[in-house]
């Protein structure tokens, strides 16, 4: 076996401390540097490496490091500021054909340099590099007194055991990539993240470039906020031809400063921002914020490798600017009107117009900002980048996204999915109708849509996902001010008997319910409101309710336990304008600790949502539109489930055969360097490496050799079998007239193979024949591998019938048991499995198995571009597939949980 080379030749990485290292293979022209970095070692590093101290075996290492690329062997380099300051390598050991491959690794990290975690990122990416040469395992010998090197090995999170040898420790280190790891992965990466992004939002000097001497500048506006903002930090102003503005010292040059900058904002014209960027970076600058707008390709993928080159972060170009409320900071270097509140709420944007809108209407509503970014064009700094700053902020409660495309949707996903665990994450479903994407000629890639990805995404990750900002803004006042719903199930209580229906129907269209009162609670009710009351639900207490009568009713109400959310619908009325007796005060007061979130609408309201004044901290919030105020608590109640629910895990499978499966594809693409659609023979080998149950079939390429397969399906010749046509591409059976079914007796067989080959001649490559499946429900199942999202499966109703119903609900692999179960429930179709109308229920668990095994299958095989299985037959005895089709492409495996920064690429597109 020889070892692969990594597509991305050079990538970046974040070290625990914040700062960045370059991490690509050694070179020839590295010796020197890899031989240096050698012989600065103490002798007791030297001795502790190399099991003895001797010059030599610094040389050998350089020139083993840094040799020509040979077979079995790999070595990555970490580098800092142009010098080497890691190195791992493996080498490949003997094994006989069909055992598994491990190798030996050798760790070193410069001396002074020990404590970043360079050691740790670099066996990240030999991990990553190994597993795509398939190596299963690595060995790695060390001294039993060399504590840190052993913690290296222990701390990686993959399943390590120790033989000690004497004074010697043997490690083995199996690669075999699960959630544990994965978890010390992302533990890592978000010490790291947090710790790059403090010179960005925490910085104790901050520079503008481009502040000019007259008002009117974005820079100078910028300046204006940072003081007027109280900015507690050392602020300067970059300007060659002023010694102060806005009463902020001025110098000429980044350079002329008396102190680095952590953070310096940029508002220059495009052509000389790749120039200031490198001068920056040339004195140590850890931050940039570049505001201008309209880069070309040239200045852009300068400004981008200036910031890699000198381990700076990055937010735009093309942005607002960025704020922090905290104490500590105050800082707010954005060119909005107005400055954000201080608050809990942590707001990243694209757009910065939506991002002046939010920063408004948050504003307006009291709802204070922990840190505001927005993002722009997106090079550096991202979404996920926020999500982790504000995981590990104390103050941020909220994490509020506006987001128009994702760099690393998984890991972005897995991220979200850990946030919302402790805070609410919403954003607005930004994009849905994408066009342009082209779909293969596949039912799964037709039903793959960019609506239903996201979608899966942001479901999956327990994101509220709003289809507008003013959506967004609704939910967040409601998640701001009121506790979560337990469930769906809300009481409507109303002043006038329109309203409370108008709630009412609006809750239902939501997916909520306005369920009948406990009868109890009825009883207690009637005793409340005025004569005349109506106390079933929604409750009418009729305009002469008083505000203490109101107020009862909705603390009751609250309090009971049998609903899980209270809406009040309320309209002004002569008699509480006569008595100054008004309903609405029942909500401004303090209602009491409530169980269940209580919410307002006034239709007589002109704002779109505002909180009523309470005496305690949790405000009543009021929305114009009883539509608004349902959609809100929807959401509310959905994430509330989700919450509630335990995170899934993704179950182990047994039987599979995935080096089996790769050797198929790795085979077919020999034969078709383009890809292409294998033929049934090869679709059927690669689904029984995964133990995905086929309906029994044969291949024939004439007429005889048919009817000779089609003995051997059926028990007599009274069996009926079915003749399906094939040719790579073909889709659509039915509709093309490529399919004869109920098939009964040799004479209907040969008749029916002839008829389809005089039908469609030479494009016939031959037909699959299989045994009439047995009645039951008809599903389908796929997988598309989408290029930015990953692999996505897709479930729902099969058979002819599966593009014009179009019920489907998709989830991104790797699915978990959640994830299973919660694709099962989704369409529309459910009830059918689950025993519908009396009926026996099918076979769940098969079903489960069929759906965790695609998904294996996809994320082990990024070739499979697209896997579609319809129909599926799934009965109460059993799961079958009745037809299948592949198409595989020449693709390479891409991590997204491998810790490295963006590459050009990604923002490019």
């Known amino acids: 076996m020889t070892d692969t080379t990594s597509r991305s030749d050079t990538v970046h990485a974040l070290l625990a401390d914040g700062s960045t290292v370059e991490i690509r293979p050694a070179r020839p022209q590295d010796r020197d540097e890899v031989l240096r970095m050698h012989q600065e070692m103490s002798p007791e590093a030297m ?19 840094c040799a020509p690329g040979h077979p079995g062997y790999r070595a990555l380099l970490a580098l800092a500021d142009g010098r080497v300051v890691g190195v791992a390598e493996y080498t490949m050991l003997p094994v006989a054909p069909g055992e598994p491959v491990s190798a030996d690794i050798a760790l070193a990290v410069a001396e002074g340099r020990h404590g970043q975690g360079i050691g740790t990122l670099l066996l990240e990416h030999l991990v990553h590099a190994a597993r795509e040469a398939g190596i299963s395992g690595f060995t790695a010998e060390a001294l039993a007194e060399n504590h840190e090197v052993l913690k290296v090995f222990a701390d990686l999170g993959l399943r390590t055991s120790r033989h000690f040898d004497g004074t010697d420790v043997c490690c083995t280190v199996h690669l075999e990539q699960d959630e544990h790891y994965l978890s010390a992965v992302d533990r890592r990466g978000r010490i790291a993240d947090v710790a790059s992004l403090r010179s960005l939002l925490r910085p104790r000097s901050v520079a503008v470039v481009g502040a000019g001497r007259r008002p009117g500048s974005v820079g100078r506006a910028v300046l204006g906020n940072l003081r007027s903002g109280g900015f507690t930090g050392e602020l300067y102003a970059v300007n060659p031809h002023a010694r102060v503005i806005e009463g902020t010292p001025a110098v000429p040059s980044v350079a002329a400063l008396p102190v680095v900058p952590d953070l310096v904002v940029l508002a220059v014209p495009a052509p000389v921002v790749p120039d200031v960027a490198e001068e920056c970076g040339d004195a140590g600058v850890r931050a940039l914020v570049v505001l201008t707008a309209g880069l070309d390709t040239g200045q852009a993928e300068a400004l981008f490798t200036c910031c890699r080159r000198h381990g700076m972060r990055l937010v735009g170009p093309n942005c607002l600017g960025i704020a922090d409320t905290a104490e500590e900071a105050r800082l707010n270097a954005t060119f909005a009107a107005r400055p954000p509140l201080p608050g809990c709420a942590g707001v990243a944007v694209q757009s910065g117009g939506v991002g002046i809108a939010l920063l408004e209407r948050f504003g307006r509503l009291g709802i204070g900002v922990s840190s505001f970014v927005s993002l722009g064009d997106k090079y550096d700094v991202s979404g996920n980048d926020m999500l982790q700053w504000w995981e590990a902020d104390p103050s ?19 991220t979200a999915r850990r946030v919302a665990r402790t805070m609410p994450v919403l954003t607005v479903d930004a994009g849905r109708s994408e066009a342009g994407r082209r779909a293969a000629a596949s039912h799964t890639a037709a ?23 003013a959506e967004l803004v609704d939910t967040t006042a409601l998640l701001h001010a009121q506790p979560l719903p337990a469930g769906i199930r809300v009481a409507v209580v109303s002043n006038a008997g329109g309203a409370g229906v108008l709630a009412a129907d609006a809750c239902v269209d939501a997916g909520l319910t306005v369920p009948a009162l406990d009868p109890g609670l009825a009883g207690e009710l009637r005793a409340l409101p005025p004569p005349g009351a109506a106390t079933g639900n929604p409750v009418d207490t009729t305009a002469a309710v008083t505000a203490q009568r109101m107020r009862s009713c909705v603390e009751r109400l609250a309090a009971h336990g049998t609903v899980d959310a209270v809406l009040v619908a309320l309209v002004p009325t002569a008699l509480a304008t006569g008595t100054r007796d008004d309903p609405l005060l029942a909500l401004t007061g303090s209602p009491g600790r409530q169980r269940c979130p209580v919410a307002a609408v006034l239709l007589d309201q002109e704002a779109p949502v505002r909180f009523l004044a309470s005496a305690d901290d949790r405000p009543v919030p009021a929305y114009s539109e009883p539509q608004s105020a ?16 335990p ?32 033929d049934p023979r090869g679709c059927a080998a690669l689904l029984d490496r995964y133990r995905i149950p086929q309906l029994p079939w044969a291949w024939a390429e004439d007429e005889d050799t048919a009817v000779v397969a089609a003995r051997h399906l059926v028990e007599d010749d009274r069996g009926r079998v079915a003749v399906k046509a094939y040719w790579p591409g073909l889709v659509h059976k039915s509709d093309l007239g490529a399919l004869r079914l109920d098939l009964e007796g040799p004479d209907q067989v040969r008749h029916a193979y002839r008829d389809l080959r005089a039908r469609f001649g030479d494009r016939m490559a031959g037909a699959l024949l299989q045994p009439m499946a047995r009645r039951g429900v008809e599903l389908f199942a796929g997988v598309v591998q989408d290029a930015v999202f990953g692999p996505l499966v897709l479930f729902g109703l099969g058979g002819t019938a599966t593009e014009l119903l179009a019920d489907h609900a998709a989830r991104l692999a790797p699915l978990t048991d959640r994830d299973v179960h919660s694709l099962l429930t989704a369409p529309r179709c459910a009830p059918l499995l689950f025993g519908y109308r009396g009926g026996r229920s099918v076979d769940l668990e098969g079903l489960e198995q069929l759906l965790l095994r695609l998904s294996r299958m996809a994320c082990d095989l990024p070739q499979l571009a697209e896997t579609d299985l319809n129909p599926v037959v799934v009965r109460p005895d059993g799961v079958l597939a009745l037809d299948v089709r592949l ?19 990604q923002w490019r597109t």
């Open 47 to 65: 001795r502790l490496r190399f099991f003895a101290v001797n010059p030599r075996y610094a040389q050998e290492a350089a020139d083993r490091i």
């Open 396 to 414: 941020t409660r909220l994490a509020v996204l506006h987001l128009e495309s994702f760099g690393n949707p998984r890991a972005f996903s897995r």
């Open 647 to 678: 995170a899934g895990s993704v179950p182990p499978l047994s039987g599979i055969d995935p080096a089996g499966a790769t050797a198929i594809v790795e085979e077919f693409l020999t034969r078709h360097p383009d890809g292409g659609w294998p």
């Open 630 to 645: 349902a959609r809100a608590l929807a959401h509310a109640a959905r994430y509330a489930r989700w919450r509630a629910e």
């Open 447 to 469: 039903a793959a849509t960019p609506t239903m990805t996201r979608g899966a995404l942001f479901t999956q990750a327990g994101v509220i996902a709003t289809r507008s900002i």
């Open 887 to 905: 198409r595989i492409v020449p693709r390479h495996a891409h991590d997204p949980y491998l810790r490295r920064l963006r590459a050009a690429r």
